[in-house]
């Protein structure tokens, strides 16, 4: 069954705006995140991904942070554009060494001009 | 770099029929996945190819789907006989062995009518 899940399935902002993606998790053991961004009609997209012995990653525009304690993980963007709608997936490694990710069912962000 | 290739990108056919797809990801990936995607959901592993071995194919419902990799490059996932329910994304990824991000594929859609 599926542990990864997203505590809203929509999001609209403004653009311009700064926009803060939930998930949560529920295997402790799970080592790895990614979020991922799917267009539609394309295939997901690596965004960024933080390892679970650090709480707080950030690339451009992008910040992931986790949160081991409450077993909670988040995407920040920054100055949020047109081009970021689309559907947002946190996905984490069950599979250790053998890296085999599952999927949560995503979050749809709107961005309005 | 090239990205995963996939196709065909659409697929239509009636239930009961069979229906094949390709992947061929990116040179030098040793691991391969396919994923399949439900509308308004998450991806969900089908199966894990290291090499042309199989390391994961818990989630594939083998009395209708295979796969294979025979020569540990491309691979094809089929489906006999097609359900309604397989009406899906069908989603080709490939990793580095040490890497663990994953690169997707466009995906094909299929249709069962």
């Given at each position: 069954?599926?542990?990864?899940?997203?505590?809203?399935?929509?999001?609209?902002?403004?653009?311009?705006?700064?926009?803060i993606?939930?998930c949560?998790?529920?295997?402790?053991?799970?080592?790895?995140?990614i979020?991922?961004k799917?267009?539609s009609g394309?295939g997901?997209q690596f965004?960024?991904?933080?390892?679970?012995?650090m709480?707080?990653r950030?690339?451009q525009?992008?910040?992931v942070?986790?949160?081991?304690?409450?077993?909670?993980?988040s995407?920040?963007?920054?100055?949020t554009?047109?081009?970021?709608?689309a559907v947002?997936?946190?996905?984490?490694?069950?599979?250790?060494?053998?890296?085999?990710?599952?999927?949560?069912?995503?979050?749809?962000l709107?961005?309005?001009? | 770099?090239?990205g995963?290739?996939?196709?065909?990108?659409?697929k239509?056919?009636?239930?009961?029929?069979?229906?094949?797809?390709?992947?061929n990801?990116?040179?030098?990936?040793a691991?391969?996945?396919?994923?399949?995607?439900?509308?308004?959901?998450?991806?969900?592993?089908?199966i894990?190819f290291?090499?042309?071995?199989?390391?994961?194919?818990s989630?594939?419902?083998?009395?209708r789907?295979?796969?294979?990799?025979?020569?540990?490059?491309?691979?094809?996932?089929?489906?006999?006989p097609?359900?309604?329910?397989?009406?899906?994304?069908?989603?080709?990824?490939s990793?580095?062995?040490?890497?663990?991000?994953y690169?997707?594929?466009?995906?094909?859609?299929?249709?069962?009518?």
């Amino acid at each position: 069954g599926e542990s990864v899940g997203l505590h809203l399935p929509t999001l609209s902002v403004q653009e311009g705006d700064n926009s803060i993606i939930n998930c949560a998790y529920s295997n402790s053991a799970s080592d790895y995140f990614i979020w991922y961004k799917q267009e539609s009609g394309k295939g997901p997209q690596f965004i960024i991904d933080i390892r679970s012995n650090m709480d707080k990653r950030q690339g451009q525009r992008v910040t992931v942070l986790l949160n081991k304690t409450v077993k909670h993980l988040s995407l920040q963007i920054a100055a949020t554009q047109p081009g970021d709608s689309a559907v947002y997936f946190c996905a984490e490694n069950w599979g250790g060494s053998n890296y085999k990710l599952t999927f949560g069912k995503g979050t749809l962000l709107t961005v309005n001009p | 770099e090239a990205g995963v290739a996939q196709s065909p990108r659409y697929k239509i056919i009636e239930k009961r029929q069979s229906v094949a797809f390709w992947c061929n990801p990116i040179s030098g990936h040793a691991t391969l996945y396919w994923y399949q995607q439900i509308l308004g959901q998450g991806p969900k592993l089908l199966i894990q190819f290291q090499n042309n071995g199989v390391v994961d194919d818990s989630q594939l419902p083998k009395d209708r789907f295979s796969a294979e990799r025979l020569k540990g490059v491309d691979s094809t996932l089929k489906i006999q006989p097609a359900k309604l329910e397989d009406s899906a994304v069908y989603l080709c990824a490939s990793s580095f062995q040490t890497d663990y991000g994953y690169t997707f594929g466009s995906g094909t859609r299929l249709t069962v009518v």
